[in-house]
Structure formats: structure tokens, C-alpha cells
């Protein structure tokens, strides 16, 4: 062999790579031991985060909305005095009304009254009473002067006060029934204040 040059190795020879340099430090001997358990174990977390992230941000289905106040689910109206009504002191005048329910849960009419001291109200059917939805109810009020003093000579809008109650709510609500119940009762009124102060 002549030459000058690096010495090569030759057949079935292989070279020998320094092992890597053994951690220092009783944490990093630690970490060295447990290295795969660490890997795991913050895959596994990572993935739980991942997964919780996902339950907690899923579309959630929109509550239903409440049921409507009682109020504003029914329509009470002024049909007709009743048929035959004397409209005198002692009797009444007794007129019928419809309580249609146009949506939501039953509504439970649980009093009827009015304002004026002077008359007395009354129910057929008496309160408290119960309309379904999607239904309607016809109900007969008798009204009794009791002291035409106190009564009114030409109310010019008179209501009804009702006291209403449903799943949601109980409500006290006034109904102006219109001109024509305005009409009628003024002339009623004034026949039975006319014969009682004969």
C-alpha cells in the first residue's frame, strides 16, 4: 500500500456512532424513564380536550317558546241580549258573549265582574269554568240593578273585567264589548231605574 489519504475501513467494517448523551438532572431522568407514558397520557388529554370542546360547542335545540298570556290567546266578543229578557230590576238583563280560545293552552275564566256599584253580574256557566283550545264558549251574563244610584245612566263604554289564568299566567283583563252592549245596556238600565223610581 503507498499513498497518503485518509485510512478507509475496510470489508465488514462499520462505524461506530457515539451513543447520544445521557440526560443530566434527577427530572430529566425521569422524564427519560417515562417518556412514553408522558406521550400517551398527553395524547389521551389532548384528545378528552378535543372531545369536551366538541360536546360543550354542539348545536343545541332551541327551547319552545312559551305559551301565550291568557289575554292574548282569546277573543271575547258581544253576541245578543238573551231571548225573552225582561231587562226589569228584579230580573236581570241577561246578554250572551263568546270566549273563543285561538291558540295555546286551555284558558280558565276563574271570575267575571264589572265595574259599576250599582249591578250585580252573574255566570251561566259560573265561573271558574275552563275553554279548550281551538274552541269556543258561549256564556250568558245576567247583570241585576241593585241601587240605580249608583248605576250608570249612559255608560259609554262599559267593559267586562275578567280574570283569565292558563299555563303561563293569571290575568285580570278588560273587555270593552262595543257599541251595541253599550246600547243595550243603556236602555236596559234605563228602563229598570225608570220602573223602580215609580
Known amino acids: 500500500m503507498s499513498g497518503i489519504g485518509p485510512v478507509e475501513p475496510g470489508e465488514d467494517t462499520r462505524v461506530q456512532e457515539a451513543p ?15 417518556r412514553r407514558t408522558v406521550l400517551v397520557s ?8 378535543g372531545g369536551g370542546y ?12 312559551p305559551p301565550p298570556y291568557p289575554s292574548q290567546a282569546i277573543d271575547l266578543v258581544y253576541v245578543a241580549p238573551v231571548t225573552g229578557s225582561p ?11 263568546l270566549l273563543s280560545v285561538r291558540w295555546g293552552p286551555p284558558v280558565t275564566v ?7 256599584d250599582g249591578l250585580s253580574v252573574s255566570s251561566s256557566p259560573a265561573a271558574p269554568f275552563q275553554t279548550k283550545s281551538h274552541s269556543a ?32 299566567a293569571i290575568e285580570a283583563h278588560s273587555f270593552i264589548l262595543g257599541t251595541r252592549y253599550a246600547q243595550d245596556l243603556s236602555r236596559i238600565l234605563e228602563v229598570a231605574c225608570s220602573n223602580d223610581s215609580k
Open 20 to 34: 447520544p448523551p445521557r440526560p443530566r438532572g434527577r427530572l430529566a431522568l425521569i422524564h427519560e424513564r417515562h
Open 42 to 49: 398527553t395524547a389521551a388529554l389532548a384528545v378528552l380536550a
Open 54 to 65: 366538541l360536546w360543550a360547542s354542539r348545536p343545541h335545540p332551541s327551547p319552545a317558546p
Open 87 to 97: 231587562g226589569t230590576a228584579a230580573d236581570g238583563f241577561s246578554f250572551t258573549v
Open 110 to 116: 276563574t271570575r267575571l265582574t264589572q265595574p259599576y
Open 137 to 168: 264558549r258561549k256564556i250568558i251574563v245576567t247583570l241585576r240593578v241593585t241601587e240605580c244610584e249608583k248605576a250608570p245612566r249612559n255608560p259609554g263604554l262599559p267593559f267586562l273585567d275578567v280574570t283569565l289564568r292558563n299555563a303561563r
